[in-house]
Nanobody, 123 residues
């Protein structure tokens, strides 16, 4: 069972930046693809970004491409999401998860989630 702990959220003004972190507690961290997801207020949870276990391929939701960047540190079991030029529509609870790269877009494949971290972007 993978345990996930997200942090780094907060409130910023539009145009600001945040760097989210997630500890993925598993002894086989390096074997997992990693992803970030978000749930805007009153909406369904959605895919944001993912990367392979080697970090050689990354995918992004269209609305965040060019503004967000996913990265990982295998020595620390950490995955990060650097968010720049934030917009009010980025307001959401952000979650991370670990799995198979081909299905990281499909939230139904995940059986557990962390508590998430709140990101609020003021206009």
């Amino acid at each position: 069972q993978v345990q996930l702990t997200e942090s780094g959220g907060g409130m910023v003004r539009a145009g600001g930046s945040l760097n989210l972190s997630c500890v993925v507690s598993t002894p086989i961290f390096s074997r997992y693809a990693l992803g970030w997801y978000r749930q805007p207020p009153g909406k369904e949870r959605e895919f944001v970004a993912s990367m392979t276990r080697y970090g050689d391929d990354k995918k992004y939701r269209g609305s965040v491409r060019g503004r967000f960047s996913i990265s990982r540190d295998n020595s620390k079991n950490m995955v990060y999401l650097q968010m720049d030029n934030l917009k009010p529509e980025d307001t959401a609870v952000y979650f991370c998860n670990a799995g198979t790269y081909a299905t990281m877009w499909d939230l139904k494949t995940f059986t557990s989630w962390g508590q998430g971290t709140q990101v609020t972007v003021a206009a």
